[in-house]
Every structure is written in structure tokens, then in C-alpha cells.
């Protein structure tokens, strides 16, 4: 059964924007919290943003700061990310994850969270 739903990928020139949706089922959302990992080819899983579930804080890794906005929709059980002034080195695909281990939420540590979603692909082109 998959708990996590990606949706909104896409190609985009660099420059401009899309957004991301992980609907989640009721259990996983109401998880301590929600994370975008994203994996280029050759590289690492790299933590994205993170929001925590109850207050809502926020986290981003420095390279999207003022770029991109992670939000939640309680109504709809949907975490989403908006990303704007796309670069090529976005590319990549993006995963959302749902957990409840404070340090793996704290340091976007991906083997700490054992709900994902299948991914999406970002294509940046220059």
C-alpha cells in the first residue's frame, strides 16, 4: 500500500517554477515530520526542506533558501514544495518521507525515515 503520492514534476527552463504535491494517507501525515529528499544522477539523497507536522517550523538546505517553500494542507493530508528561480542543478528526482525520529528529522538523516513516496522527476533545463 503506498502512503506517500508524489505529483508535479516536470521539465521547466531555468528561471521558472513548479510545485511539488506528497498526498499522504491520515496516519503518515499526523507523522512527527514531512521531508523533500531529492537524488540526482551520481550523487547523493540530499534533505531538501523539512516541516515539522505540529508547528509547522520550517528547514532548508542552503542551496534553495528563498527559492523554495515547503507547506502543508491539513484538509487535504498534501505537503507541498514551491519551487521558483529553478536552476539546472535542481534536477533531480524528489522524494517525500514522513517520519518520527527526532534526529532524523533534525539532521534530514534518510535512514531514519521509513515512509516514502515513489518520486518525481525535475528536469531544469539551461
Known amino acids: 500500500q503506498v502512503q506517500l503520492v508524489e505529483s508535479g514534476g516536470g521539465s521547466v527552463q531555468a528561471g521558472g517554477s513548479l510545485k511539488l504535491s506528497c498526498a499522504a494517507d491520515a496516519y503518515t501525515y499526523s507523522r512527527y515530520c514531512m521531508v523533500w529528499f531529492r537524488q540526482a544522477p551520481g550523487k547523493e539523497l540530499e534533505g531538501v526542506a523539512r516541516?515539522?507536522?505540529?508547528?509547522?517550523?520550517?528547514y532548508y538546505v542552503e542551496s534553495v533558501k528563498g527559492r523554495f517553500s515547503i507547506s502543508l494542507d491539513s484538509a487535504k493530508n498534501t505537503m507541498y514544495l514551491h519551487m521558483s528561480s529553478l536552476k539546472p542543478e535542481d534536477s533531480a528526482v524528489y522524494y517525500c518521507a514522513a517520519g518520527d525520529s527526532e534526529h532524523g528529522c533534525r539532521a534530514l538523516w534518510a535512514r531514519a525515515f521509513v515512509r516514502w513516496g515513489q518520486g518525481t522527476q525535475v528536469t531544469v533545463s539551461s
Open positions: 516541516i515539522y507536522t505540529g508547528g509547522g517550523d520550517t
